[in-house]
């Protein structure tokens, strides 16, 4: 028992803040300003767009982060994630996160 407590606490930095402190209302509200690009659901119609929808939290704190703090670069995405709190950041992964999204076969 210790030993999944002690991996659990190593563990819990890398898995990211949103298991803590995410609010998927409020990632909701702030996503509003996403759907120009990426689609009202997190699913772009524009093929230079990433569709962000049931992406891993984790991967879209990373890429929110890295754009705002420069290690990634995108003229739309830096200005958008430029003035994000880190909790902003945590919502509105946590919110894309939990879109259920499947892809079919053509």
Known sequence: MTRILLAL???LPWI???VLSDDIENGQK???QCSV???REG?????????IAGQHAFYLEKSLKDYRNGARQDRRMT???GPLSDDQISDLAAWFASIEFSV???
């Open 9 to 11: 606490l190593v563990a």
């Open 16 to 18: 990211g803040t949103s």
């Open 30 to 32: 702030l996503a509003r």
């Open 37 to 39: 690009c990426h689609g």
């Open 43 to 51: 699913v772009s119609n524009d093929p230079e767009v990433p569709i």
């Open 79 to 81: 200005l958008i994630a």
């Open 104 to 106: 079919g076969q053509p």
